[in-house]
């Protein structure tokens, strides 16, 4: 993995019928296996991805930009 990622919320947040403790907290890096992998070199580079899938997906799905710290672990930002 690159330096840093964009990370997908698997499943898309609900429009209102979630109840309260549904926070729908489970990221993953490919949302199946035709999806890509995004992993950049360079934070502006992973946040100018987040924006485009952000503004390209018709769902409430949130992006997030990740910092990878080491093998296992990674920091949001």
């Known amino acids: 993995m690159k330096e840093f990622a ?3 919320q698997l499943v898309p947040v609900d429009n209102g019928t979630d109840p309260n403790w549904a926070k729908r907290q489970i ?3 490919k949302s199946n296996s035709e999806d ?3 992993e ?3 934070e502006a580079e992973a946040q100018s991805k987040r924006d485009e899938l952000d ?3 018709p ?3 949130v992006y997030r ?3 990878r710290i080491d ?3 990674y920091e949001v930002l």
């Open 6 to 8: 964009v990370q997908k």
């Open 27 to 29: 990221w993953v890096y």
């Open 36 to 38: 890509s992998l995004d």
């Open 40 to 42: 950049f070199d360079t």
């Open 55 to 57: 503004s390209n997906d």
């Open 59 to 61: 769902t409430s799905r």
């Open 65 to 67: 930009v990740v910092k």
């Open 71 to 73: 093998q296992f672990n």
